[in-house]
């Protein structure tokens, strides 16, 4: 049972969060038009997929269930740009909103691997944008 909701969590990050930023990136990172229109429907998508999050995890321990899992490193990297492109555009964070979240990413921040795939991801942003 634990296996399916690890599953579970994992794939409402992965479609919900991330199907909801992925057309703003561009916006917010990288000095595209802003287009209102995308920006209301990422605001919708996002309160709606955190709810749906909050009924199904409470980020305790982890993400789902009392091990780091798959779930946990979708959440560690999906979920930080998901919060990230609605701060970019000046619009609400639903994300570290969700109950425990904020305390769940300060653990995940601790653990070495987390600190070895941050280290890894400001080598290739350096790398993207040449500074």
Known sequence: MERAGCMQVHCMINTTLDSAIRPLITQAFFGAPRN??????????LAKACAGLARVTDFAAFAA??????A???????????????????QPDPVMELPG???????????????????????SLKALTGS
């Open 101 to 123: 979240f904020k305390a769940y990413l300060q653990r995940m921040e601790q653990r070495e691997h987390v600190k070895t795939i941050r280290a890894d991801q400001m080598e």
């Open 72 to 90: 946990d490193l979708a959440a560690i990297n999906t979920m930080i740009l998901a919060s990230s492109v609605p701060a970019k555009l000046g």
């Open 36 to 45: 209102e229109y995308q920006i209301q429907e990422m605001n919708a998508s």
């Open 65 to 70: 269930g009392e091990s780091f899992s798959h």
